[in-house]
């Protein structure tokens, strides 16, 4: 006998399936070609009337784009949510800044959004270039960042979205603490 909870799980389950794959604007018959199972079988589990072996839903997830975890784990405070009070400030011996990571990179997660908090006076960071892209938000302060030699000054409620292979560095130009937001690919500072 099915119970409730086992019908709400293979609800919600198909609903995530169906929900993603309509995003991704795939037909059933091209998501069930390419998970390897029967068009009709796909349909049933989207509708929540069957339930995927582990193997169904990895190919599934697979035709997809996205890993098998994206339809099990469910939301959780720890892994979605960041509280103010639980802020963990550290800095680099290179560098004047504290930094504190807003996001959890676990799950293969494509973002990383930092609080940079920059003390007055501060030198322009070292020229850098990388792959991916970047955003920052002056929260509070003044920042000059500077792209391929040309130069933006920043002030709260700013903002800039640039690609990071660009030569890019950034400065606090204020005469107090600036706190800016960056949100980019993840890598080391």
Known sequence: ?????????????????RALRQRLKR?????ATAAGISKPFLSQVERGLASPSITSLAGIANALGVKVQYF????????????????KFFGFADSANLFARMTNLSGGRQLEAILVRMPPGQKRSEVTTHAGEEFIYVIEGQVSLT????????????????ESTVPHSWA??????TVVVWVGTPRLF
């Open 27 to 31: 037909t059933l018959d091209e998501t």
């Open 172 to 177: 606090n130009t204020a005469r107090k603490e």
């Open 147 to 162: 792209l391929e030699g040309k130069t933006f000054v920043l002030r709260a409620g700013d903002s800039a979205h640039y």
């Open 1 to 17: 006998m099915v119970t409730t909870l086992e019908k709400d799980t293979a609800l919600a389950l198909g609903s995530k399936i």
């Open 72 to 87: 099990v784990d469910t939301p959780s405070e720890e892994r979605t949510v960041c509280r103010a009070n639980e802020l």
